[in-house]
């Protein structure tokens, strides 16, 4: 599995087990090679989990995890790791995460204990960290990503972040 600082991902949970303190996936720029286009097919098989530590949230919880939800990339783990909110949010996720998703909340220690507990749950080749309040700039993010890591030589893949005023969103 793999991982995301400033919405970066990397190869292997068992490599990477530390952290970053903000990461937003935004946008994620791959450049594609003749040799890239050749790996596709096995851009397609490979299996992403998204790590969302959430508190608290339920007023930005609902687009984060439907931009995990919209998605192009077939094979998506979401975990998200709720904190034992008091404000809604476990109800909110209880009724409207996907199948292929996992819920856990139990008291933690913060972000990074909840992040470390999420990465020794993950199943993914590739695995990224959407914090409850971020969402994805479009449905191809994870798509670009895993067409990215097609290439053997890619460890680390980063997209841009961008700053977005909730009242000036859509």
Not at 15 to 36: D, E, F, G, P
Not at 116 to 130: E, P, Q, R, S
Request: net charge negative.
């Amino acid at each position: 599995p793999t991982l995301f600082p400033y919405t970066t991902l990397f190869r292997s949970v068992s490599q990477s087990r530390y952290l970053t303190s903000k990461v937003c996936q935004k946008k994620c720029y791959a450049q594609a090679t003749h040799a890239n286009q050749l790996r596709k097919g096995w851009a397609f098989s490979l299996k992403i989990t998204v790590l969302t530590a959430v508190f608290n949230s339920i007023n930005t919880i609902a687009d984060s995890i439907h931009s995990v939800q919209q998605q192009s990339h077939a094979d998506i783990e979401h975990i998200l790791l709720d904190a034992k909110s008091t404000d809604g949010t476990f109800e909110f996720l209880q009724k409207n995460i996907s199948h292929n998703s996992i819920l856990v909340s139990e008291p933690d220690q913060g972000i990074y204990y909840a992040l470390n507990k999420g990465l020794n749950l993950a199943t993914g080749d590739v695995i990224g960290i959407m914090h409850s309040d971020d969402f994805y700039a479009d449905s191809n993010v994870l798509s670009d990503v895993a067409f990215a890591f097609s290439d053997p030589a890619v460890d680390l893949v980063y997209g841009d972040l961008e700053y977005v005023d909730r009242k000036y969103r859509d």
